[in-house]
């Protein structure tokens, strides 16, 4: 009779796991690719976790993967790495911004619930995530030249339909720069510590000035070219830049200063007289179509990862 009440019980048992093997091949499928890498039916299973197994919803867990799958791939490759000791000044910084001592900081982060250790993480993944963010944006960013012909165009005609045509003359400056923009992890104090290391390195001998700029600047336009701005006359700068740059001696690099846009170093490579009033309308159409680029990637950073992605559906 044991016997055969544990016969019965080592059937059932194989019934279901035999039942549970088929229902798991049967579902374990490739339901997309990013970038060639594959994402499975389990995989979407676990994202979806207690919510209802509805269309909707597989499709929303579905896009999460994706998102979680490209922010990765991004972290992996932008390179960038935290440092603690700028996060434990990010920290100070906080308590001093909002009126705390340190000590009282950490005693309304006990109060929430939350250690030191565990803030310093939160602080620190924010720091690399927006480490990551600037670097993702800077490769999405792409002008087209029949737009900038277009838009310089445009900008030509209404200002001459609207007698409001300057025609700019003068010396002409071609200067390249370092753009470092303060976040809520990154204040003045550190920008400008960042860019007085990255003279040091330059003066060094331990990296260039163009390779500076490729990798530190958040001006994605310039700094894929070496940090260079091209020919233009100063007036179409910040006037705390324009100034900067009017004073500035040939290939010698500015100390850091800050204008609206954030903080700088610069180098004057060259100056010339020239009439370029086109030119300058050109110019201007550039710039207008990339800070609305880098404005709308910034907006939502995750999906502009996507349009550099290859991703396939699997129906």
């Known amino acids: 009779m044991k016997f055969n009440s544990a016969k019965s019980l080592f059937v059932a048992l194989a019934t279901v796991i035999g039942f549970s093997t088929s229902a798991q091949a049967f579902e374990e499928r490739v339901v997309a690719t990013v970038n060639g890498a594959p994402i499975m039916a389990s995989q979407v299973q676990q994202m979806l976790g207690k919510k209802a197994n509805t269309a909707a919803n597989r499709k929303a867990a579905l896009e999460q993967i994706i998102d979680n799958t490209l922010v990765q791939k991004a972290i992996k490759e932008s390179g960038v790495q935290v440092n603690y000791a700028q996060v434990d000044r ?38 690399l ?32 339909s609207s007698g409001k045509l300057k025609t700019v003359t003068g010396l002409q400056h071609r200067v390249s720069h370092i753009l470092i923009k303060t976040n809520p992890v990154l204040n003045d104090k550190q920008a400008k510590a960042k860019l007085d290391q990255i003279v040091a390195d330059i003066k060094a001998g331990k990296i260039t000035f163009e ?52 903080w700088h170093i610069l180098k004057v490579t060259d100056t010339r007289q020239a009439d370029r009033t086109e030119d300058a309308y050109y110019q201007k159409a550039y710039e207008q179509i990339v800070n609305k680029q880098a404005l709308e990637a910034s907006k939502n950073w995750v999906k502009a990862l996507r349009r550099t992605a290859e991703i396939k559906y699997v129906d």
């Open 211 to 262: 390779q500076a700029a490729e990798q530190n600047s958040v001006d994605y336009a310039s700094g894929a070219d070496g940090g260079d701005l091209g020919w233009n006359f100063l007036e179409v700068y910040d006037p705390a830049f324009a100034n900067v740059a009017r004073k500035a001696k040939k290939d010698q690099i500015s100390t850091p200063f800050r204008s609206q846009f954030g």
């Open 90 to 127: 990010a920290i100070e910084d906080i308590a001093a911004r909002n009126g705390l001592t340190y000590g009282q900081l950490l005693d309304a982060l006990d109060y929430q619930g939350i250690t030191l250790n565990q803030y310093r993480q939160q602080i620190a993944q924010q720091m």
């Open 129 to 160: 995530m927006e480490g990551v963010k600037q670097a993702t944006i800077g490769k999405t960013i792409k002008v087209e030249r029949e737009a900038v012909d277009q838009t310089a165009q445009d900008l030509l005609n209404k200002a001459k």
